[in-house]
C-alpha cells in the first residue's frame, strides 16, 4: 500500500491560510530541497479543488517560461494529479482526473493502486483534514515558519477528541522554519502531574 503524505508551510500560530502573503522571506534552497523530495519527486498528487486551481493557473505557464523554476513545475506537469471536488470540474493541466466517489474509500483505493512513489499532497487542508481523521495520512511534514501570522484558517480546528501524533523527524534551516515530519500515534499519551514531578530536578541537599 502506497503512502500519502502532506506538506504545509504553516506559521508559529498554526495560520496555513494564503502562505504566499508571508513565507517567500523564508525560503532558501533548504526549504527547496524539503518541498522538492515531497511534492517534486512524487509520481501522484492529491490536491483539493482551491490548490488544483491555483497551482494550474500558475504552474503550467511557468514550465512554458522557462525560467529558474520551469524544471519542478514540469515534475508537477508529468505527475498524475487527482483533484477532490464535489463539483464537476473542466481540468485542463495535463495528466488531470478527479477523484469520483467517497472520499474515504476512493483514497483508500487509490492507495493500493500501483505506484513508484508516495502520493504527496501540498495545501488542500480540509482533505488533509477529513484523512486524517480517517486515518489515511500516513506523514505531515510541516514547514513552520518563525512568525505568527494571527489571522486566518489554521491547521487544526476545535475539536472534543485528541489527535494523537508520533514525531518522525525534524530539521532546523537557517531561516529559523523547522522542518517536521509527524505520522499518527495509536493512542494520546496518558499521565498526571504526580508522574511529571518526579523528572523536575532535585535538590541534592533536600
Known amino acids: 500500500m502506497r503512502k500519502i503524505t502532506a506538506g504545509l508551510f504553516i506559521s508559529l500560530d498554526g495560520v496555513v491560510e494564503d502562505p504566499q502573503d508571508w513565507h517567500f522571506p523564508y525560503f532558501n534552497d533548504e526549504m527547496g530541497a524539503a518541498v522538492d523530495s515531497q511534492l517534486g519527486a512524487a509520481d501522484t498528487l492529491l490536491l483539493g479543488r482551491s490548490t488544483y486551481d491555483s497551482f494550474a493557473g ?24 487527482v483533484v477532490v471536488s464535489t463539483q464537476d470540474l473542466q481540468l485542463t493541466w495535463r495528466n488531470s482526473e478527479q ?10 483505493e487509490l492507495k493500493n493502486e500501483p505506484g513508484a512513489t508516495d502520493i504527496a499532497m501540498s495545501g488542500s487542508v480540509s482533505v488533509v483534514r477529513q484523512l486524517l481523521a480517517a486515518g489515511l495520512l500516513d506523514e505531515l511534514h510541516l514547514l513552520v515558519h518563525p512568525i505568527a501570522v494571527r489571522k486566518g484558517t489554521r491547521l487544526f480546528e476545535e475539536d472534543d477528541a485528541p489527535l494523537p501524533l508520533r514525531l518522525v ?29 518526579a523528572h523536575l530536578p532535585q535538590n541534592e541537599d533536600s
Open 58 to 81: 500558475a504552474w503550467p505557464d511557468r514550465e512554458a517560461a522557462g525560467g529558474e523554476d520551469a524544471d519542478f513545475a514540469k515534475k508537477l506537469g508529468d505527475a498524475r494529479k
Open 169 to 197: 523527524s525534524s530539521q532546523t534551516f537557517t531561516t529559523g522554519v523547522v522542518h517536521l515530519v509527524y505520522a499518527g500515534a495509536e493512542s494520546t499519551p496518558e499521565g498526571s502531574y504526580d508522574d511529571a514531578k
Open 99 to 108: 477523484l469520483k466517489g467517497d472520499l474515504v474509500e476512493a483514497v483508500g
